[in-house]
């Protein structure tokens, strides 16, 4: 309204001319001059601005139907940015999600068990010499706190803590091996997505049917993840500068730390920017027929203004990651702790790494169909 008032108002200051006045000499169009001033440049520079004018059509004919909430150096306004949605709480999705996933869990636990013994064959199980070695260290570190002793729940969160990087597979992998472990990763991925979609729709889809159909998109999901892997750059970037860093005391000048705080805090801020919508067009690329640049871009439409839910989301998951773990790891270490210091036939049974390793997969299924009900949610919600 302030800026409708200020227009009128102008526009009733503004001297009104006679028509009785004499009417200006015609002067030449600008556009006749620009283009007479083109005509007379080299025939190489008159192609390369032709050439330069279609393309900046054609970028700008494709950035016309994307989303734009904010314009360069012009203020951009709260109701204009701010894009509401209708999506449960963070407690009701998290307990949505456990409910898909157990209400077919004939299905995802059959998928599991596959997965398991792919890795386990493919990858390798975590060593439990290795595992020993954890436990080792753990009794030789506690032999100076309370007198030489600790009890079996902290020592069992200490190995949890220790092991619980290694996700239950072998620590001293190959590059064939890392190989092997991303592509059944993203297998793993694309096939939930498929039994998700079609359980969503109402649909009763086998685990076969899902094994033999939904690879056909894994090519452009591992260029999408490709993306992924360049946006990460700048946090991989802060974590290579700051162990240099502490090795050469740089930061123990203040000055030199603010500076440091500064550039980390713009690196990490760009990558979260980034991945934010780009862990939603790894659902988004799975849909048939979507290529993958498509997918990011719509993505990116998708969670422009909401990409601050989103990652109180993600963090909100990695508690309910970190619950996960404590609630099933840490029994499985207690009983594996209490059954070897009875029998010592068991000592050489890789228990625990199993167990990890499960989990784990359990856990990725989790996370995928958690950011996938988030995803549907926006998508199937209608905007104002």
């Keep these: 309204m302030a800026k409708t008032s200020s227009k009128t108002s102008r526009e009733a200051t503004s001297p009104k001319t006679s028509t009785s006045a004499k009417?200006?000499?015609?002067?030449?169009?600008?556009?006749?001059?620009?283009?007479?001033?083109?005509?007379?440049?080299?025939?190489p520079l008159r192609?390369?601005?032709?050439?330069?004018?279609?393309?900046?059509?054609?970028?700008?004919?494709?950035?016309?139907?994307?989303?734009?909430?904010?314009?360069?150096?012009?203020?951009?306004?709260?109701?204009?940015?701010?894009?509401?949605?209708?999506?449960?709480?963070?407690?009701?999705?998290?307990?949505?999600t456990f409910q898909l996933i157990f209400k077919h869990w004939k299905t995802f636990f059959a998928l599991i068990a596959i997965m398991t013994v792919a890795y386990i064959v493919l990858v390798g199980l975590l060593s439990e010499d290795l595992y020993q070695q954890f436990q080792t260290s753990i009794d030789e570190t506690s032999a100076g706190l309370a007198q030489g002793q600790i009890g079996n729940?902290?020592?069992?969160?200490?190995?949890?803590?220790?092991?619980?990087?290694?996700?239950?597979?072998?620590?001293?992998?190959?590059?064939?091996?890392?190989?092997?472990?991303?592509?059944?990763?993203?297998?793993?991925?694309?096939?939930?997505?498929?039994?998700?979609?079609?359980?969503?729709?109402?649909?009763?889809?086998?685990l076969r049917d899902a094994l033999y159909n939904a690879l056909g998109p894994f090519i452009s999901t591992l260029l999408v993840f490709v993306v992924i892997f360049i946006q990460a750059i700048p946090l991989m970037l802060v974590a290579i500068t700051y162990s240099a860093a502490i090795m050469t005391d740089f930061l123990s000048t203040p000055f030199y730390a603010l500076v440091y705080f500064i550039f980390a805090a713009l690196m990490v801020l760009l990558s979260v920017y980034l991945l934010s919508s780009s862990l939603v067009a790894l659902v988004?690329?799975?849909?048939?027929?979507?290529?993958?640049?498509?997918?990011?871009?719509?993505?990116?439409?998708?969670?422009?203004?909401?990409?601050t839910r989103l990652i109180l989301r993600l963090l909100y998951l990695l508690f309910?990651?970190?619950?996960?773990?404590?609630?099933?790891?840490?029994?499985?270490?207690?009983?594996?702790?209490?059954?070897?210091?009875i029998w010592t036939w068991l000592a050489g049974w890789p228990i625990v790494p199993l167990a990890l390793l499960i989990v784990t997969c359990f856990v990725f299924i989790y996370a995928t169909t958690y950011l996938y009900r988030y995803y549907r949610w926006l998508l199937d919600y209608k905007e104002q």
């Design 47 to 96: 192609k390369l601005s032709r050439s330069f004018k279609k393309l900046q059509a054609k970028i700008q004919s494709k950035r016309a139907g994307h989303v734009h909430l904010h314009k360069t150096f012009k203020r951009s306004y709260r109701e204009d940015y701010q894009r509401k949605t209708e999506t449960p709480g963070l407690l009701s999705h998290a307990m949505t």
């Design 320 to 341: 309910v990651v970190a619950i996960i773990y404590l609630v099933a790891m840490l029994p499985i270490i207690l009983i594996d702790l209490w059954l070897k210091s």
């Design 284 to 307: 988004a690329v799975t849909a048939p027929g979507v290529y993958p640049m498509v997918a990011l871009m719509n993505a990116s439409d998708l969670m422009a203004g909401r990409r």
């Design 153 to 206: 729940f902290a020592k069992a969160g200490l190995l949890l803590i220790s092991t619980i990087t290694t996700g239950g597979l072998d620590t001293g992998m190959g590059e064939v091996q890392t190989v092997f472990m991303i592509a059944l990763f993203l297998i793993m991925w694309l096939v939930t997505i498929y039994l998700l979609r079609h359980f969503l729709a109402g649909g009763k889809p086998k």
């Design 23 to 43: 009417s200006p000499e015609p002067t030449k169009p600008a556009s006749s001059a620009k283009a007479k001033s083109a005509k007379n440049l080299p025939r």
